[in-house]
């Protein structure tokens, strides 16, 4: 029996218990969130660690492709507070929304990797798309849980309502704006009235047709996001139905819908690849990419 020091490994084991018990190894919590497809092989997206303030990464198109850092709060011109929200641009740039005392809008150019800014709205905004030549669009903002859409004047940066019949003062909500290349809104809405949590979404259209807008293909629960196909004929759309978190794409055309995947953990913000034959989305944790059916 050998009785003189004990193990290496031994030593160690009895500090970790003499000072503290057992040794438990810590996962580091990392929040991937806002995917925005610009590129080929350029998926956008904030990540942020516990409690420090978002960054800029992208990452390429294959489920667990390396992710690379893109910019942090130093590196914006004029930061006023932490990025809250991506979007896609319709010249090739991404939008930063900031979250400052109301919402501060950037762009930001792959290329030579700068940002630009476009312009500080009067209040907070969640959700934001704008037109191609930045004489205006829409966003989408929340005030205790209805959400209600709102018509961005450029360049000053003017909120004013839109779809007075959509509102919360008309006891609907509705949220994920996003313009088509023509003009038309795509969006989606609710005029149930149950409790926030339940209550029955769809897909909307604005403009199409000559109709001030119309509710398209099935109902679903949750607060649904949305994005546009490059054709603009198909919505993918993050929502839940029957108690599970799911992705859909919604015919524009006739309304069908066909189920792409479906979990128990939330599905989130999902962002059309440029070819149109995958969406990505998050479910917070991580960027993920479901193929689209031909």
């Known amino acids: 029996m050998n009785r003189g020091k004990p193990a290496a490994g031994l030593l160690v084991a009895w500090l970790v218990i003499a000072l503290g018990g057992c040794a438990v190894q810590r996962t580091e919590h990392v929040l991937r969130t806002s995917p925005v497809w610009l590129a080929d092989d350029a998926i956008y997206f904030l990540r942020q660690r516990a409690a420090d303030p978002p960054e800029l990464w992208a990452r390429g198109a294959a489920d667990g492709d390396r992710e690379r850092y893109v910019a942090s709060a130093e590196d914006l011109p004029d930061p006023c507070g932490a990025m809250g929200e991506l979007f896609r641009m319709a010249d090739g740039r991404l939008g930063v929304a900031l979250d400052c005392a109301a919402t501060r809008l950037l762009a930001f150019d792959p290329g030579p990797r700068t940002f630009e800014r476009l312009v500080d709205l009067p209040a907070r905004v969640a959700q934001?798309?704008?037109?191609?030549?930045?004489?205006?669009?829409?966003?989408?903002?929340?005030?205790?849980r209805c959400w209600s859409l709102s018509t961005i004047g450029l360049p000053r940066g003017d909120l004013a309502p839109t779809l007075p019949e959509l509102t919360c003062a008309a006891g609907a909500s509705a949220r994920?704006?996003?313009?088509?290349?023509?003009?038309?809104?795509?969006?989606?809405?609710?005029?149930?009235?149950?409790?926030?949590?339940?209550?029955?979404?769809?897909?909307?259209?604005?403009?199409?047709?000559?109709?001030?807008?119309?509710?398209?293909?099935?109902?679903?629960?949750?607060?649904?996001?949305?994005?546009?196909?490059?054709?603009?004929?198909?919505?993918a759309v993050t929502a839940t139905r029957f108690g599970r978190s799911r992705l859909l794409l919604v015919d524009l055309r006739d309304g069908e819908a066909r189920e792409l995947r479906s979990s128990e953990k939330g599905f989130h913000q999902p962002t059309f690849a440029p070819d149109g034959r995958h969406v990505a989305y998050s479910d917070r944790r991580d960027i993920k990419v479901a193929a689209v059916p031909r």
């Open 128 to 144: 934001v798309t704008l037109r191609a030549d930045l004489s205006g669009g829409y966003s989408a903002g929340v005030d205790d």
């Open 176 to 235: 994920s704006p996003v313009l088509t290349r023509w003009g038309g809104l795509v969006f989606t809405a609710t005029r149930d009235a149950s409790d926030a949590d339940t209550r029955r979404w769809s897909v909307h259209l604005a403009g199409f047709s000559g109709v001030p807008f119309k509710g398209i293909g099935p109902t679903f629960e949750g607060l649904p996001d949305l994005d546009l196909s490059p054709d603009e004929e198909l919505a």
